[in-house]
């Protein structure tokens, strides 16, 4: 069985200050790891993976999540915030033997000006 | 590329009416997905499809659902006949398998509201 947590639903910062969206999985096999956002009235959008290799994966825009296996999570963060980033934040998991995702229930971010 | 495409975008019925949502995947993809999200429940599989044959559907809820994807580029997902419960946003998601790392891709969404 696979799951994700996604143990805050809210989280608030400042433009400027840097945001993490936390995420935590379990799998039975080796995870296969993602994020996706989704704006208002939008299908979600993927973000970024983690299959294998480096365990920090960073995208051009400044977002980046962290794979720390010891811990089984997958934080997203993004060193400085902007008001932009204002959008409901999926994890998800896949098990390596398996096609299906499993999605943690999200988390609203909101950046104040 | 048009990005996996959706219709209706949104639909409103009344109880007992049948509901069918359309979905065109990104050419080329050969796995096709259903989900449905909700407040109450947030984003739940309904069923997946690869190279148009169902593999697992154990998501949808009733037998009131059905899902058929006849060609590559073409699926449905039926609601015969709908209730107030069934009242969510449906997405449909996209992916290119050879290795089951590959995002998915998804749609804009039909939100179904059933009186």
């Known amino acids: 069985a696979q799951s994700v947590a996604q143990p805050e639903d809210q989280v608030n910062v400042a433009e400027g200050n840097p945001l993490t969206v936390k995420c935590t999985y379990s799998?039975?096999?080796?995870?296969?790891l993602f994020w996706y956002v989704q704006y208002p009235n939008r299908g979600l959008q993927f973000l970024l993976k983690?299959?294998?290799?480096?365990?920090l994966i960073k995208r051009s825009y400044g977002v980046e999540a962290e794979f720390n296996k010891s811990q089984t999570s997958f934080h997203l963060k993004k060193p400085s915030a902007l008001v932009s980033d204002s959008a409901l934040y999926f994890c998800a998991v896949r098990d390596s033997n398996d096609y299906k995702l499993s999605f943690g229930a999200g988390t609203t971010v909101t950046v104040r000006a | 590329d048009a990005g996996v495409i959706q219709s209706p975008r949104h639909e409103v019925t009344e109880m007992g009416q049948e509901v069918t949502l359309r979905c065109k995947p990104i050419?080329?993809?050969?796995?096709l997905f259903w989900y449905r999200q909700t407040m109450m429940r947030g984003l739940e599989l309904l069923i997946y499809f690869n190279n148009n044959v169902p593999i697992d559907d154990s998501g949808m809820p009733e037998d009131r659902f059905s899902a058929k994807m006849p060609n590559a580029s073409f699926s449905t997902l039926k609601i015969q006949p709908s209730e107030p419960r069934d009242s969510a946003v449906y997405f449909c998601a996209s992916s290119l398998g050879q290795g089951n790392y590959n995002e998915q891709f998804f749609g804009p969404g039909t939100r179904l509201t059933v009186l």
């Open positions: 050419s080329g993809h050969d796995y």
């Open positions: 983690y299959i294998t290799g480096d365990n």
């Open positions: 799998v039975s096999g080796n995870p296969y």
